[in-house]
């Protein structure tokens, strides 16, 4: 039996106020009228509790888009569950946040998108940068601990110093750096959204003085531009390993971009419950563990450590999630993402970023 896993993310809706290029949701995105309704999401609940999950993330989309939002929050209060409201910070009243910081939101997650009101409002694609610091004011007053979360990619890598003094400025605990995973919408603007190298080398360094400078006072998570690296990252820290996620028409994925893998079959909460598809289904069996690898990950020391990489980029990369992430320096594969960040770091024209609008 798999352990238990510690929290559920659950992507109540995918409707979004924003419209950011670098959205790792997928291309064809869940209608309002295929989304569960109230009851499914507080039988998921009461069934994530039960497997173990002591952390419920309250996302989407915008979940404050949800009408049945408090009714949620508090159940999984109710269950208790530690609970965080992932927001882009718009429609974040005084009112709203004080009405479900009393029904048990324990934790809000904020996004921004760059320092500055016009660079944030132009990847956002709506004037959001206000809301968004009004938001940062509501949850300090009422005593929630902020984390905020920025996607890094080549038209903000270069404002790094701003995003954290902005951080900072909004008084968040912990800021999370998360370089751009190309799954979804994002990899349709992947040559627009790559950093180059030479960015990397500026900011590296100025996000590890600022943990240095911060610590104590604000936590500062970066995540690495992986393509860019000779190892992969530690995705998931392991399929099925850590997190589920409940996509918002009931689709439980093992891990959010999991639908990329076109060959795998996915299940849903309509049909099972969330302890038969955590430990037996097929979906999270695929790679859990080691078993599953083939060389050079299956004979690498490495493994323990990353992995092998990520799933969603094998098969995105190569046709086959089970093959060692191409990001390696080891893997057979390597030239596919050689030869990407040599023609796409290069393009004679940089295309314009394809905005994400959704309803
Ligand atoms: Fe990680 Fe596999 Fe590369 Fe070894 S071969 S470093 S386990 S991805
Ligand atoms: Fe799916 Fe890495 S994003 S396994």
């Keep these: 039996m798999a352990d238990a896993p510690f929290g559920l993310l659950a992507e109540l809706t995918h409707r979004c106020p924003l419209q950011c290029g670098y959205c790792s949701n997928p291309l064809e995105l869940v209608r309002r009228d295929a989304e569960l309704a109230t009851e ?24 404050l888009l949800r009408p049945d939002l408090p009714e949620l929050v508090a159940h999984a209060n109710s269950l208790g569950c530690y609970v965080n409201l992932v927001t882009s910070g718009v429609g974040l009243s005084r009112d709203r946040l004080r009405s479900l910081a009393s029904l048990g939101v324990d934790h809000v997650q904020l996004s921004l998108q760059d320092a500055t009101r016009e660079g944030n409002d132009r990847i956002a694609g ?29 038209q903000n890598l270069d404002n790094i110093a701003g995003i954290i003094t902005m951080a900072e400025r909004m008084g968040a605990e912990r800021l999370e750096l998360a370089n751009t995973q190309y799954y979804g919408w994002a990899l349709r603007n992947r040559a627009v959204l790559l950093p180059t190298r030479e960015q990397l080398a500026v900011a590296d360094p100025i996000v590890a003085a600022a943990q240095e400078r911060l610590r104590g006072r604000m936590e500062i998570v970066y995540v690495i531009a992986d393509y860019h690296e000779a190892h992969p990252k530690p995705c998931m820290y392991g399929w099925g390993a850590r997190q589920l996620t409940v996509a918002p028409n009931g689709d439980v994925l093992p891990c959010p971009a999991a639908t990329v893998i076109s060959s795998l079959e996915i299940e849903n909460v309509r049909d099972s419950s969330l302890h038969d598809i955590w430990h037996h289904s097929p979906s999270f069996n695929a790679f859990r563990g080691f078993e599953w690898m083939k060389d050079p990950c299956r004979s690498c020391p490495r493994k323990e450590v990353d992995f092998g990489g990520c799933r969603c980029q094998a098969f995105q990369l190569t046709g086959d999630a089970a093959t060692t992430d191409p990001v390696c320096s080891l893997s057979p594969d390597r030239s596919t993402v050689d030869l990407i960040l040599e023609t796409e770091m290069k393009p004679a024209e940089v295309p314009a970023m394809a905005m994400r609008k959704m309803q």
Excluded: M, Y
């Excluded at 709506?126 to 905020?148: M, N, S, W």
């Design 126 to 154: 709506i004037k959001a940068f206000d809301r968004k610091v009004e938001a940062a004011a509501h949850v300090l007053d009422e005593g929630l601990p902020l984390t905020v979360n920025t996607v890094l990619h080549r």
């Design 40 to 63: 499914d999401w507080r039988r998921v609940f009461d069934q994530a509790r039960s497997l173990g999950c002591l952390q419920i993330h309250l996302s989407g989309g915008e979940p």
